[in-house]
């Protein structure tokens, strides 16, 4: 069973960072991608950052230059750091996982995130 545990959200003032973790329970190179997507109250989920195996990286143009995703081989983690934070970040923020062979997704239990103004 595939576990994703999230942890570093808060409550940050505005023009803040918070640097969030996500540790997997099984190796990430187990993944075709892996990510962070985010659901503030009344809104779909988005995304927020993703990388491939193949080392694609994408982000969603409300946080290009703010937030950067990273990873941790050896420790089955994948971060985001986010920087110069605002009001309208605050969400909670999930950790995904991609399996794309057998056509599955894998999701933590997400993390808050509060941005004051």
């Known amino acids: 069973q595939v576990q994703l545990v999230e942890s570093g959200g808060g409550l940050v003032q505005a023009g803040g960072s918070l640097r969030l973790s996500c540790v997997a329970s099984?190796?990430?190179?187990?993944?075709?991608?892996m990510g962070w997507y985010r659901q503030a109250p009344g809104k779909q989920r988005e995304l927020v950052a993703t990388?491939?195996?193949?080392?694609?990286?994408n982000y969603a143009d409300s946080v290009k230059g703010r937030f950067t995703i990273s990873r941790d081989n050896a420790k089955n983690t994948v971060y985001l750091q986010m920087n110069s934070l605002k009001p309208e970040d605050t969400a909670v923020y999930y950790c995904?996982?991609?399996?794309?062979?057998?056509?599955?997704?894998?999701w933590g239990q997400g993390t808050q995130v509060t941005v004051s103004s």
């Open positions: 990388f491939t195996s193949g080392g694609t990286t």
């Open positions: 995904n996982a991609k399996d794309w062979v057998v056509s599955v997704n894998y």
């Open positions: 099984v190796s990430i190179f187990s993944f075709s991608a």
